[in-house]
């Protein structure tokens, strides 16, 4: 379906803008009446030609019958689009109907011609919202011109659209919510680009508690490795370690960064922690009060074998200022892949893929347990596979506290099924005999195991990626578990593809993040009616640019938090609300 150019000319509204200005994210533009003169000045004092041609608010409410109102804007994700209203007024938008998303294709910046400006109104239902005075946007293409982006919202109060520009794309404080609640319970948001590229929204919403704020901005393509980034709570505040790129082709730096707040806004500047000869799999965590991390550090011998090892390294203070030497903690060839590093009974522990086979890329599940709390010493590691987890552990492989001893998840060698095996004791000196949670085929690529109700519960995707299953056991041991439950809910009529990103309980239920990878968004589940009989709407996180496949769900204090990749761009995205 393609939108049409239907603009009602009832007045003209020339917008000016304020600089930006200081202490919000969003400096509002001037409001204007309607039939006054002025325009749109962007940083460098280029402005915009007369041209954009909007109703004042009262009277777009009253061409509306009242019976089209859009999704509640903060429990769902609310744009997909296919049903968006081209009756509202819009300019040089069309729907991607194989991805839906908005394509935006913005001329203006070159042709300073009205008609060459791309705008969409959306109407929004605001019965439900939560008093959170701000509004979103979601990118699949982030605009290139991100000081020509404008959002609009019709106020009832003065009936006049107020103007915002956004310090960072993604999000919009506002002064509050009442004055943009129509008669009837409406309200009228408005994207304006005047950019000189094609940029693709993805999603809009008003109180929406998801914030995102940059962590770091990367000069090159990130790496797209499914764990070559990972966040950890570190003296209170998150902190986050991710790989870009070096200044030597082929070697990429390790940094690491901590927040200067509890949420995620601000951020100290990159300590480089070491370098590694190609892209691996990172894992962080406080140890014994400072920051440490696990990792492969990835190296390829003449015949273009692995011969990578696994290293970890901790910090000298409790903020990650200062840094330890590496030390390798298993030198077995080829070893370390995807390492998760935890703590377990006061000591830290790590779970890792080693390399068995050439042919194929077989790894087995390999675990140890330092001697000492800080991780100065580590024993020869065990090989899961003597306990019939005989599996792959290039998956997200989990390691989790259950009823006091480490367990993990283990996709099998024999038609990937997935596997769950606990140790027998709180350090995972012995290990239980591998019990199957679901022998269907190709299950389990990526999976997650928390407690829940001191039981093992787990989510993983079946199906190549297409579904988000989650099951719980009857008993710590994990010898029967509950028929798989499919959660991956959309509002389309298509598969948005459907992979895990990540899950905990959360106010008593678990919360499940689920990356729908086919329209680039992250959306959150969770049990429903206290329980997990059955699982609520999706309520969207993030929309991302290009396709990042792991954007893990993180478990970091008293807010929900995920860590994820848009473009060149590292966020993190806090529920401000809970």
């Known amino acids: 379906m393609r939108l049409h150019n239907h603009l009602a000319c009832l007045l003209i509204a020339i917008l000016s803008c304020a600089c930006a200005g200081q202490g919000t994210d969003a400096p509002p533009v001037d409001a204007m009446p309607q039939q006054a003169g002025a325009s749109l000045p962007d940083d460098t004092g280029l402005s915009a030609a007369n041209g954009l041609e909007l109703p004042a608010p009262l009277e777009l409410a009253a061409r509306s019958n009242g019976a089209r109102l859009a999704s509640s804007s903060h429990r769902e994700a609310p744009a997909y689009f296919d049903d968006y209203d081209t009756e509202l007024p819009n300019r040089n938008v069309s729907i991607d109907e194989l991805n839906h998303f908005l394509r935006m294709n913005s001329d203006w910046f070159n042709t300073r011609q009205g008609g060459d400006m791309a705008y969409a109104t959306f109407l929004l239902d605001m019965s439900e919202l939560p008093q959170l005075p701000c509004a979103s946007m979601g990118w699949h293409k982030v605009p290139q011109r991100q000081d020509l982006l404008f959002v609009g919202l019709g106020n009832f109060d003065t009936n006049r659209w107020d103007w915002y520009r956004p310090q960072q794309p993604e999000f919009v404080e506002l002064p509050g919510l009442e004055q943009y609640a129509g008669p009837a319970g409406q309200a009228y948001m408005l994207v304006l680009y005047l950019g000189d590229d094609e940029a693709g929204l993805g999603s809009v919403g008003l109180g929406v508690p998801w914030k995102a704020s940059d962590v770091y901005q990367f000069t090159a393509d990130p790496p797209q490795a499914k764990h070559s980034y990972d966040a950890a709570l570190v003296n209170g505040n998150p902190a986050v370690v991710y790989l870009e790129p070096g200044d030597v082709p082929g070697k990429y730096d390790m940094k690491y960064s901590r927040s200067l707040n509890i949420l995620g806004s601000q951020w100290g500047f990159p300590v480089v922690l070491t370098s590694i000869d190609d892209v691996g799999g990172v894992s962080m965590a406080e140890v014994n ?6 990792f492969q550090d990835p190296q390829q011998d003449g015949e273009g074998h692995g011969t990578g090892k696994l290293k970890y ?32 009974n006061g000591n830290p522990a790590i779970l890792f893929g080693l390399e068995i086979s050439f042919i194929g890329g077989f790894r087995s599940a390999d675990y140890l347990r330092a001697s000492d709390p800080d991780g100065m010493a580590w024993p020869e590691p065990i090989s899961l596979a003597s306990v019939g987890a005989n599996g792959n552990a290039d998956a997200m492989t989990p390691l989790t506290i259950i009823d006091g001893n480490p367990a993990t998840l283990i996709r099998n060698f024999e038609g990937d099924k997935l596997y769950y095996v606990r140790a027998k004791d709180p350090d995972g000196a012995e290990w239980n005999f591998a019990n199957l949670v679901d022998g269907a085929m190709g299950q389990g690529t990526q999976q997650y195991l928390v407690e829940y109700n001191g039981l093992p519960a787990v989510t993983y995707d079946g199906s190549g990626g297409d579904n988000t299953l989650y099951s719980a056991a009857t008993s710590s041991a994990g010898e029967t578990w509950s028929v798989p439950q499919s959660i991956s809910q959309t509002f389309l009529g298509v598969d948005g593809g459907a992979r895990p990103q990540g899950m905990y309980v959360y106010e008593g239920v678990p919360q499940v993040a689920i990356q729908q990878w086919r329209f680039h968004r992250n959306v959150l589940v969770h049990g429903a009616d206290g329980g997990t009989t059955s699982w609520s709407k999706p309520e969207q996180i993030s929309c991302y640019d290009l396709l990042d496949i792991h954007c893990p769900l993180l478990d970091l204090g008293p807010t929900r938090h995920m860590l994820y990749v848009s473009g060149n761009r590292l966020l993190m995205t806090v529920d401000t609300l809970h």
């Open 313 to 344: 390294i901790r910090s000298m203070d409790q903020n990650g200022s200062v840094w330890d030497d590496t030390e390798i903690v298993d030198a077995l060839e080829d070893s370390g892949h995807d390492p998760v590093l935890k703590v377990v």
């Open 289 to 294: 009060g400072k920051p440490a991390v696990a």
